[in-house]
């Protein structure tokens, strides 16, 4: 398996432009993560995603930011419009989820998002 | 809700000794407590989980103890290697795949060669 694919791997942008992340998850997970990762604020869980249905999306910082899962095998992270505190690694992460029973947490390798 | 504390938040050890990282966590409901291993470059990975009725367990060089009553756990990595270095993140969860997995601040362990 390729495992989590997440495209592209670096943006840059200047503020107030429209970014969008993409997603590919492990074929057969149920559950999808996304999460930013600062020096300041270190790993924080966005919004996830079980059997493509928002869960969870207390993460959320404000408005701009909004994610979809239109089917099992895709994702997207957009922020609209940008602004320099997001600049951020952000990472899509996906799991198995059964029998209730908490399961790893697979990792893409991140999308580095400078704004300017 | 819960909050996962860890330190040290970084650390450096000769090639061949041990470290440790600890962690605390405040929701007595937590149960399942994964560890993960984060190299330059790329996300992070698991490398060791322990649940609530388990008090140690251990993989090779890596072991993960837990004291419920304290809400405390640690990762001790034995016989270090320049390949540990990396930073490390404590987590925990209600332990429910439903429940939402809150990571520490990470350690980032240096092992000179």
């Known amino acids: 398996d390729a495992g989590v694919i997440q495209s592209p791997r670096h943006e840059v942008t200047e503020m107030g432009q429209e970014v969008t992340l993409r997603c590919k998850p492990i074929s057969g997970h149920d559950y999808l993560f996304w999460y930013r990762q600062t020096m300041m604020r270190g790993l924080e869980l966005l919004i996830y995603?079980?059997?493509?249905?928002?869960?969870?999306d207390s993460g959320m910082p404000e408005d701009r930011f909004s994610a979809k899962m239109p089917n099992a095998s895709f994702s997207t992270l957009k922020i609209q419009p940008s602004e320099p505190r997001d600049s951020a690694v952000y990472f899509c992460?996906?799991?198995?989820?059964?029998?209730?029973?908490?399961?790893?947490?697979?990792f893409g390798p991140g999308t580095r998002l400078t704004v300017l | 809700g819960e909050n996962v504390e860890q330190h040290p938040s970084t650390l450096s050890v000769q090639e061949g000794d041990s470290a440790v990282i600890k962690c605390t966590y405040s929701?007595?409901?937590?149960?399942?407590f994964p560890w993960y291993k984060q190299e330059l470059g790329k996300g992070p990975q698991l490398i060791i989980d322990i649940r609530s009725n388990v008090g140690e367990k251990k993989d090779q060089r890596i072991a993960v103890t837990l004291n419920k009553t304290a809400k405390h756990f640690s990762l001790h990595i034995t016989e270090t290697q320049p390949e540990d270095s990396a930073v490390y993140f404590c987590?925990?969860?209600?332990?429910?795949?439903?429940?939402?997995?809150?990571f520490g601040p990470g350690t980032s362990l240096s092992v000179i060669p």
């Open positions: 987590a925990a969860s209600k332990g429910t795949s439903y429940d939402k997995v809150i």
């Open positions: 992460a996906s799991s198995l989820g059964t029998g209730g029973i908490p399961d790893t947490q697979y």
């Open positions: 929701d007595s409901a937590s149960n399942y």
């Open positions: 995603f079980n059997n493509n249905v928002p869960i969870d």
